[in-house]
């Protein structure tokens, strides 16, 4: 464990306040919860993104998403749709019902992200409104956030 990691303090609430929430979602996808959570903190900011914290969306789904309350343009943006939770758990809950077939079993970070974007979550590609190196980036914060549950 790195003491680095251990020094945001922000990232470790994050992953010691979601993990319990996580774990059985991870154990349901045959995961290690650091992939649930490195993906949720990702997408979120460490919890504090606005779509996260005013929406309770922490996985970035866009509407219409299993479980949600309702939806809503980000920003404005009318051509765009997020969807809306209750909490933090419905959303990692919708998360595991619309991409869980998809990461099943992909234990190893770059293999959980790389079938994110086979799966179409994000392309991995910025010209198609991804994120380019997505697979890579989300597996560096994968195992940031392995540490960071050592804390």
Do not use: W
């Amino acid at each position: 464990m790195s003491a680095k990691l251990c020094n945001n303090i922000s990232a470790v609430t994050f992953v010691s306040k979601y993990k319990a929430v996580c774990q059985p979602i991870a154990e349901q996808l045959d995961l290690p919860v650091e992939n649930i959570l490195g993906l949720a903190a990702q997408e979120s900011q460490y919890g504090t993104g606005r779509i996260a914290r005013e929406l309770n969306n922490y996985f970035s789904l866009h509407a219409p998403a299993p479980l949600q309350r309702s939806a809503e343009s980000p920003q404005g943006n009318a051509s765009i749709k997020v969807a809306t939770f209750d909490s933090f758990q419905q959303c990692a809950q919708s998360f595991a019902l619309r991409y869980g077939s998809a990461v099943r079993s992909k234990r190893d970070p770059m293999a959980f992200a790389q079938a994110l974007v086979f799966s179409g979550y994000n392309s991995g590609d910025a010209a198609t409104g991804g994120r380019n190196g997505f697979a890579k980036y989300l597996a560096d914060i994968i195992v940031a956030v392995r540490g960071r549950l050592a804390c």
